[in-house]
């Protein structure tokens, strides 16, 4: 009998990667998300959709019915992650799942102060199967959301990092990791920390984009104050934006620079590099040529 594994967060980055993987190896998938008609345009009848929201237990049952597994994430740059995902995690747990793989973020084992460390020990604390995956930055910010939008408006992107070094991974090789960990029992108890194979400035990142489309594409570093002015003026909550400056404090710090072998440790094979993704994807940036000429 096919495994029965609900992913969580199935219309982002990873989780909708990871709801192909997981259906292509013969999985009985559970695609969850709170808007099901947006999902179900995702993945037209490929995968079974069912609504889930972590601050609606009503949702829960539906979600976790039959589920042996389950990928997990918090929304992104959720202030209260513990308090979001407790409340679904134990109900899972309650209900039979035996194998949970949490997506975190890289360093935050260092950081006993945050509510997603304080989740991730709760994960381990409830006596099932689990993996801790804590992903770089994923290289499909540059392609999608707030940062592959701007630069696609502007051929230009700004971030209060200087010339840090980042070892941004591919959103794709998370979710293959994430699938080995629920298709095997051979990486349970384990922690990853996935990064890409190098190291990054943001002026190498803006450079590789611009040789891939051959446009040029600029990177500015601003201030903290500068980058939290432009996010509240566009609409992101102060509190959410906050959380988003603590990233990038991070950033200049060094702590998202290391490169780890656990992506090829578990998969048997180098993660991609940002010269990969970028020309893999190289229309998400068609409309910078001719803008800055
Ligand atoms: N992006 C990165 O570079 C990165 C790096 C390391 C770690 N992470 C971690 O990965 C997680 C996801 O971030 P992301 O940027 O990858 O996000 P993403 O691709 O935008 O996906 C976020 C997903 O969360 C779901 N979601 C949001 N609020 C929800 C709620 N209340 N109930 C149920 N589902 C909800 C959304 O589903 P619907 O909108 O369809 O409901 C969406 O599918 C975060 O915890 C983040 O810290 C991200």
């Known amino acids: 009998m096919s495994k029965r594994i609900l992913v969580t967060g199935a219309t982002g980055t990873v989780g909708s990667e990871l709801a192909r993987l997981l259906v292509t190896a013969g999985c009985d998938i559970r695609a969850a998300t709170r808007s099901p008609e947006k999902a179900e345009r995702l993945f037209r ?70 509510p997603i460390r304080r989740l991730e020990k709760h994960v381990e604390s409830l006596g099932v199967a689990f993996t801790l995956l804590r992903p770089n930055f994923h290289m499909q910010h540059f392609a999608g959301g707030f940062l592959g939008e701007r630069i696609r408006r502007t051929g230009a992107f700004s971030m209060p990092v200087g010339d840090a070094r980042v070892s941004i991974v591919d959103g794709c090789d998370v979710a293959e990791v994430a699938a080995a960990c629920l298709l095997s029992d051979e990486h349970d108890g384990k922690e990853f920390t996935l990064t890409g194979p190098e190291a990054l400035t943001h002026q190498e990142i803006a450079e590789t984009i611009s040789g891939v489309i051959d446009a040029p594409v600029a990177y500015e570093s601003v201030s903290d104050e500068e980058m939290l002015a432009r ?63």
């Open 45 to 114: 009848s490929e995968v079974d959709v069912v609504e889930l929201d972590y601050r609606r237990a009503s949702t829960f049952d539906a979600a976790v019915d039959g589920a042996e597994g389950i990928f997990l994430q918090a929304p992104p740059f959720d202030p209260d992650a513990r308090e979001t995902l407790v409340p679904l995690l134990d109900w899972a747990v309650q209900a039979g799942v035996g194998n949970v793989v949490m997506m975190t973020a890289m360093g935050v084992e260092v950081r006993d102060d945050l």
């Open 231 to 293: 996010l509240t003026s566009t609409g992101w909550r102060p509190e959410i934006a906050g959380v988003v400056i603590a990233l990038y404090q991070s950033v200049r710090g060094g702590v998202r620079a290391p490169v780890t072998g656990d992506v090829a440790q578990v998969l048997g094979r180098a993660p991609a590099a940002f010269s990969d993704f970028a020309a893999r994807n190289t229309d998400s940036w068609l409309s910078v040529v001719g803008q800055n000429p």
